[in-house]
């Protein structure tokens, strides 16, 4: 199979959507832990993983975001991660056959390295026992999201890239200012990320979480100023999440989320799918936005 990176050079692609969301509605209780289903309810996890590639989704995540041995340690898991990555990567390969790629999800520690909560040395083989699983469990590429930190980043990307023969994408979640400008919640911006992830290896960048599809346009933007070549993955939320009768709501429906496509894409991005309250219908709309074609 050709590298995504490729791939995303020839054509639109489109990726999936949330997986916390749609396992909490399928049972999983706050505080629980969703990598610990893809061995008790690994059913549910393999419905959530078709659900996406039913709907003409190009890749698919595996339920691995907080599958790092020092994020898992808080449930008394540390020691399983290698065997929880694997099988995360198994389910969404069973899941996605020979046509649809396999995104490695790995997610942030926890950790905070300013803090000195974790060595850079300790970070870094956390990151490679999880990416070096996920290959295990058969991923097509490694995807290290939601990242706050640069130089957390920076290790997860440079753990996955020398330990594994796996592209390596990197996303980080920026927030926006009353200044109008991005930032993640360390300081850092769209223009900041660019050049030390790809000096560490990652050979896709994009940015997830944190907003909604028309939010990512302008962060899209901007990483496409510092790089006109590199390939852009976004998942956004679907809108800004509110609170309403003790519950998160998010407000994006699919069509809205649809509306925003063609932008996006005229903005530079090259990979398009949902993070938190998206679902397949969101996906679904998201592809038929998409079409066969580029807009330049």
Same mark, same amino acid.
């Given at each position: 199979?050709?590298?995504?990176?490729?791939?995303?050079?020839?054509?639109?692609?489109?990726?999936?959507?949330?997986?916390?969301?749609?396992?909490?509605?399928?049972?999983?209780?706050?505080?629980?832990?969703?990598?610990?289903?893809?061995?008790?309810?690994?059913?549910?996890?393999?419905?959530?993983?078709?659900?996406?590639?039913?709907?003409?989704?190009?890749?698919?995540?595996?339920?691995?975001?907080?599958?790092?041995?020092?994020?898992?340690?808080?449930?008394?898991?540390?020691?399983?991660?290698?065997?929880?990555?694997?099988?995360?990567?198994?389910?969404?390969?069973?899941?996605?056959?020979?046509?649809?790629?396999?995104?490695?999800?790995?997610?942030?520690?926890?950790?905070?390295?300013?803090?000195?909560?974790?060595?850079?040395?300790?970070?870094?083989?956390?990151?490679?026992?999880? /990416?070096? +699983?996920?290959?295990? !469990? =058969?991923?097509?590429?490694?995807?290290? #999201?939601?990242?706050?930190?640069?130089?957390? $980043? *920076?290790?997860?990307?440079?753990?996955?890239?020398?330990?594994?023969?796996?592209?390596?994408?990197?996303?980080?979640?920026?927030?926006?200012?009353?200044?109008?400008?991005?930032?993640?919640?360390?300081?850092?911006?769209?223009?900041?990320?660019?050049?030390?992830?790809?000096?560490?290896?990652?050979?896709?960048?994009?940015?997830?979480?944190?907003?909604?599809?028309?939010?990512?346009?302008?962060?899209?933007?901007?990483?496409?100023?510092?790089?006109?070549?590199?390939?852009?993955?976004?998942?956004?939320?679907?809108?800004?999440?509110?609170?309403?009768?003790?519950?998160?709501?998010?407000?994006?429906?699919?069509?809205?989320?649809?509306?925003?496509?063609?932008?996006?894409?005229? /903005?530079? +991005?090259?990979?398009? !799918? =949902?993070?938190?309250?998206?679902?397949? #219908?969101?996906?679904?709309?998201?592809?038929? $936005? *998409?079409?066969?074609?580029?807009?330049?």
């Amino acid at each position: 199979m050709r590298k995504i990176s490729e791939l995303a050079g020839s054509r639109i692609l489109v990726s999936d959507g949330a997986w916390g969301t749609f396992l909490h509605q399928k049972g999983l209780q706050p505080g629980g832990c969703p990598e610990l289903w893809n061995v008790t309810h690994r059913g549910i996890v393999l419905d959530v993983a078709r659900s996406y590639v039913a709907v003409g989704a190009d890749m698919i995540e595996t339920n691995s975001f907080g599958g790092s041995r020092l994020k898992l340690e808080k449930y008394g898991l540390g020691e399983r991660a290698a065997e929880l990555n694997r099988t995360a990567a198994e389910i969404s390969r069973e899941a996605a056959g020979d046509g649809v790629l396999v995104l490695g999800s790995v997610g942030p520690t926890g950790k905070m390295l300013i803090m000195e909560e974790a060595s850079p040395e300790e970070m870094y083989e956390v990151f490679r026992e999880q /990416a070096m +699983a996920l290959e295990a !469990g =058969g991923a097509d590429a490694i995807v290290v #999201e939601t990242m706050t930190d640069l130089d957390e $980043a *920076v290790l997860a990307v440079r753990a996955a890239r020398e330990n594994t023969r796996l592209e390596v994408i990197c996303t980080m979640t920026f927030d926006k200012l009353i200044t109008a400008e991005y930032r993640t919640m360390m300081g850092i911006s769209p223009s900041d990320m660019v050049q030390p992830l790809l000096d560490a290896g990652a050979t896709i960048l994009g940015t997830n979480c944190g907003n909604g599809i028309a939010g990512m346009i302008p962060v899209v933007e901007e990483i496409r100023k510092c790089n006109r070549d590199i390939p852009i993955l976004v998942h956004a939320n679907a809108g800004i999440p509110y609170y309403r009768d003790g519950r998160t709501v998010f407000p994006e429906g699919p069509e809205e989320m649809a509306s925003h496509v063609k932008a996006l894409i005229k /903005a530079g +991005a090259n990979i398009i !799918g =949902g993070c938190c309250g998206t679902t397949p #219908e969101h996906i679904a709309r998201i592809k038929q $936005a *998409v079409g066969g074609g580029r807009w330049l």
